[in-house]
């Protein structure tokens, strides 16, 4: 069984400038959703896209976007990063969208916007 | 909008000591999921309430689900240094997401 995994582990970046985070679901998990967690804070959730279509959304702006491909990998978008966006991002794959599904996280991507 | 708070923030025990974190929904939830995140490392799944008044052990772990499916509390008896980490509620109030709680970090003192 393939895990969660995302892609780069660790990026910086400049304000104003754009990000594209990436995410492969673990095998057999059709749901992805995309997590925040600033440090010593806990996870918030960003959205979460089913069958290539978002399905829910936390209270972030549009400039936060994502995809989900035909194979459940799934990218975060982040256009004009600002300081507060420097967070651990973290992708998880479920099974099925509602409750009764453990969320299986990706080690996540440090972002760093300087 | 819905809230997941937990108690304490920061818990330090020596080693051998139990420790136990409460969790508080501002909603009543559909269930309630515990995960453990080590430090520099991701959250990963240790259980599921769904039952109103729900108990579940897990060795030296006991997980509790409240009556009126608010609260919950994740107790561990005699820690041991492996239990070191940040331990999160994630309460599920029948939407499409999980809303996490602030978490509790344990430093365990050997």
Known sequence: ETGVTQSPTHLIKTRGQQVTLRCSSQSGHNTVSWYQQALGQGPQFIFQYYREEENGRGNFPPRFSGLQFPNYSSELNVNALELDDSALYLCASSFQTGPNSPLHFGNGTRLTVT | ?110
């Open chain 2, 1 to 110: 909008g819905q809230q997941v708070m937990q108690i304490p923030q920061y818990q330090h025990v020596q080693e051998g000591e139990d420790f136990t974190t409460y969790c508080n929904s501002s909603t009543t939830l559909s269930n309630i999921q515990w995960y453990k995140q080590r430090p520099g490392g991701h959250p990963v799944f240790l259980i599921q309430l769904v039952k109103s008044g729900e108990v579940k052990k897990q060795k030296r772990l006991t997980f509790q689900f409240g009556e009126a499916k608010k609260n919950s509390s994740l107790h561990i008896t005699a820690t041991q240094t492996t239990d070191v980490g940040t331990y999160f509620c994630a309460g599920h109030s029948g939407t499409y997401k999980y809303i996490f709680g602030t978490g509790t970090r344990l430093k365990v003192l050997a």
